[in-house]
């Protein structure tokens, strides 16, 4: 009779997608900027994450429901606008937006679970950011569960952003659904 040999643990691969964080600042669009091109290199699906953090939560609980639905569409047209070049560049790249309510840092590191790479921007909008590193990125690199990438605004060559696509470009398929 054979025994079974140990090989070592068992190892889970991750699947194929490439997960950012976007809030609109400076240094999220150099991040999607990256995230992209490697999404594009690793024949990756590409999740972009926007989360409200905890002062926007706060502030919605008192805003009207029909006028939050209303935040939350202008809100997702800003953002599926912002990745449409992005996404026409690199048509190979399927592009998932996913809108969260909570903590940016918690919603990043829930949604890279399984990834194969975690981009995030070295600041964001909070008021608090550090020199280098802001609370978002500071998190996502101590506890993320896969390779992070902290991609700095400052270093974004201009030559590398992205050119205007041609008028008879074709747009193309994004799966741009809340949750």
């Excluded at 070592?8 to 490439?18: A, L, M, N, S």
């Excluded at 990756?44 to 008192?62: E, G, M, P």
């Amino acid at each position: 009779m054979n025994e079974p040999t140990d090989t070592g643990p068992i190892e889970t691969k991750p699947d194929r997608r490439v997960v950012v964080g976007f809030d609109r600042s400076s240094a999220s669009h150099a991040a999607i900027d990256f995230a992209f091109r490697e999404a594009a290199s690793r024949s990756a699906t590409l999740q972009v994450i926007h989360a409200w953090d905890d002062h926007s939560v706060v502030t919605a609980a008192y805003v009207p429901d029909n006028e939050l639905d209303r935040l939350r569409r202008r809100v997702h047209q800003q953002l599926t606008a912002d990745l449409r070049p992005h996404a026409r560049a690199f048509p190979d790249v399927a592009v998932t937006l996913t809108l969260v309510h909570g903590a940016p840092d918690r919603a990043l590191l829930d949604a890279a679970v399984g990834a194969e790479l975690l981009v995030v921007g070295s600041r964001g909008h909070s008021g608090l950011a550090t020199l280098i590193l802001g609370s978002t990125s500071t998190t996502v690199l101590q506890h993320a569960r896969c390779p992070v990438v902290v991609v700095r605004d400052d270093v974004r060559d201009a030559e590398e952003s992205l050119a205007a696509p041609s008028a008879d470009a074709a747009p193309p398929d994004l799966d741009m659904t809340g949750s």
